[in-house]
């Protein structure tokens, strides 16, 4: 069964650091490109950052630029992201989604098909 | 970065009518639109991809459309089942951006 499932999250204070875990497995995960998607208590769906599937393009939210890292082991079927400088508006539910691309007459078509169930992270001061 | 506008915000309908949706893109974005699920407490889910395009294993009842930057999602028979909150994403380029999401519930 393809699965992501995340950990790490918890209660951290304002500053301070936390790094995010998700396991993959069902599939190859080195041939996927991943992604780390955010939702704030009540809020909508806010895109993270992204990361290919050797490690060699990264991209991040402008709010989020110069304070997480993402990165993966492919060796472990694992994603990471590394987060310093918590703020409040950092809390929320973190997910990892797998980024399946396909082409088309037109193009690659990019969508997130598989989704873990999420870890909260609360920033608190 | 590129902004996607959905309306209405929340609707209420009754089982069996046909509910639409719509994201408006600010940019043009082609057919890059993906359309996602979100029950309460649960991950989203992919319904439809490249705006017209029906994940696998997702009922017929969910269908996508595109009339140049605006794109719509129809449920042609609500069910309870598919009482949630729905939101587009942009799939065109990084920043990915999500519509702010139209909740469904059932009258």
């Known amino acids: 069964e393809v699965q992501l499932v995340e950990s790490g999250g918890g209660l951290v204070q304002t500053g301070g650091s936390l790094r995010l875990s998700c396991a993959a497995t069902?599939?190859?995960?080195?041939?996927?490109?991943m992604n780390w998607v955010r939702q704030a208590p009540g809020k909508g769906l806010e895109w993270v950052s992204y990361i290919s599937g050797r490690s060699s393009m990264t991209d991040y939210a402008d709010s989020v630029k110069g304070r997480f890292t993402i990165s993966r082991d492919n060796a472990k079927n694992s994603l990471y992201l590394q987060m310093n400088s918590l703020r409040g508006e950092d809390t929320a539910v973190y997910y990892c989604?797998?980024?399946?691309?396909?082409?088309?007459?037109?193009?690659?078509?990019?969508?997130?098909?598989?989704w873990g169930k999420g870890t909260t992270v609360t920033v608190s001061s | 970065d590129m902004q996607m506008t959905q309306s209405p915000s929340s609707l209420s309908a009754s089982v069996g009518d046909r509910v639409t949706i719509t994201c408006r893109a600010s940019q043009t974005i082609s057919h890059y639109l993906n359309w996602y699920q979100q029950k309460p407490g649960k991950a989203p889910k992919l319904l439809v991809y490249a705006a017209s395009s029906l994940q696998s294993g997702v009922t017929s009842r969910f269908s996508g459309s595109t009339s140049g930057t605006d794109f719509t999602l129809t449920i042609s028979s609500l069910q309870p089942e598919d009482s949630a909150t729905y939101f587009c994403?942009?799939?065109?380029?990084?920043?990915?951006?999500f519509g702010q999401g139209t909740k469904v519930e059932i009258k």
């Open positions: 069902g599939f190859m995960f080195s041939s996927y490109e």
């Open positions: 989604a797998r980024d399946f691309g396909s082409y088309d007459s037109t193009g690659y078509l990019r969508r997130m098909d598989v």
């Open positions: 994403q942009q799939g065109f380029r990084t920043p990915y951006t």
